[in-house]
């Protein structure tokens, strides 16, 4: 093997060192896109998380609101009774 023969096989090995480089060059740009594609994913999960913590909200409103609904009525009807036992013992007692 002769000094020449030495150098070409050095300068091969720098080509393959040049092509490896170059790949890492792409592999590192192409991590630092999915980083990036990686943040528009999480602040879009977020916002989604706030659109059905809102959702939630106003699913949990509207049961308050039906669950308060049921409940006037139950003491309106009470009342309702209340007043019409009263009226009935008065009639009774002014009919005696």
Known sequence: ???RDIIARLAQGDK????????????L???TDLQND?????????ETKEIVEAWSTVKNVGKFI????ALA???AGI???FIAFVLLI???IAGR
Do not use: E, L, P
């Open 38 to 46: 990686m943040a528009k994913v999480k602040a879009d999960a977020a």
């Open 73 to 75: 009525t139950a003491i």
């Open 66 to 69: 039906k669950w308060a609904g």
């Open 16 to 27: 393959r060192f040049d092509m490896i480089d170059s790949k890492m060059d792409q592999v």
């Open 79 to 81: 009342g309702a009774v």
């Open 90 to 92: 008065k009639a009774a």
């Open 1 to 3: 093997m002769t000094d």
């Open 29 to 31: 740009a192409m991590m």
